[in-house]
């Protein structure tokens, strides 16, 4: 049978699929390719100064990228790669959504292992691969996140 005709709901990553909602797991390549941008974003994040705190921090099903601080500031960043432009810029794709869910990730990782006196905020650093070319995007405060230590 097509492995396509066997997906259900509540598997993996959500497709939209007419008035149904169906999950498509993420290819091999597909996390190659992030797991290939995270490291370009976190060389890239060093280059210029950044201490990267955390990979992958997970919180539940959640995950925040890099967990990174520079001179006070700690930023959950999350990393978006594309392999061109066919699917828009990665750092359009953190939706709102996304935005929530690292919302909350980064309360837990707050409650966790903040310190007064820290600031937070959110980056996307977006990372476009064609090619042997790479570039880097980084957006600094990217959207809003409202916590105290």
Same mark, same amino acid.
């Given at each position: 049978?097509?492995?396509?005709?066997? /997906? &259900?709901? !509540?598997?993996?990553? $959500? =497709?939209?699929?007419?008035?149904?909602?169906?999950?498509?797991?993420?290819?091999?390549? @597909?996390?190659?390719?992030?797991?290939? !941008?995270?490291? #370009?974003?976190?060389?890239?994040?060093?280059?210029?100064?950044?201490?990267?705190?955390?990979?992958?921090? %997970?919180?539940?099903? &959640?995950? #925040?990228?890099?967990?990174?601080?520079?001179?006070?500031? /700690?930023?959950? #960043?999350?990393?978006?790669?594309?392999?061109?432009?066919?699917?828009?810029?990665? =750092?359009?794709?953190?939706?709102?959504?996304?935005?929530?869910?690292?919302?909350?990730?980064?309360?837990?990782? /707050?409650? %966790?292992?903040?310190?007064? @006196?820290?600031? $937070? &905020?959110?980056?996307?650093?977006?990372?476009?691969?064609? !090619?042997? %070319? =790479?570039?880097?995007?980084?957006?600094?405060?990217?959207?809003?996140?409202?916590?105290?230590?």
């Amino acid at each position: 049978m097509d492995a396509m005709k066997c /997906i &259900r709901p !509540g598997q993996n990553g $959500y =497709v939209p699929a007419g008035s149904l909602r169906y999950r498509v797991p993420v290819t091999t390549t @597909g996390q190659d390719l992030g797991l290939h !941008g995270e490291r #370009i974003a976190e060389r890239w994040l060093a280059h210029r100064g950044w201490r990267v705190l955390q990979r992958r921090y %997970r919180s539940g099903h &959640r995950d #925040i990228d890099l967990v990174a601080e520079n001179s006070g500031t /700690i930023a959950f #960043i999350e990393v978006k790669t594309r392999s061109g432009p066919a699917f828009g810029g990665p =750092v359009e794709a953190v939706n709102w959504k996304k935005r929530r869910e690292l919302s909350r990730s980064a309360h837990t990782w /707050i409650d %966790r292992h903040g310190r007064p @006196g820290e600031s $937070y &905020r959110f980056d996307v650093v977006g990372v476009l691969v064609t !090619g042997d %070319r =790479v570039r880097v995007r980084h957006v600094e405060n990217a959207f809003s996140l409202h916590v105290s230590a």
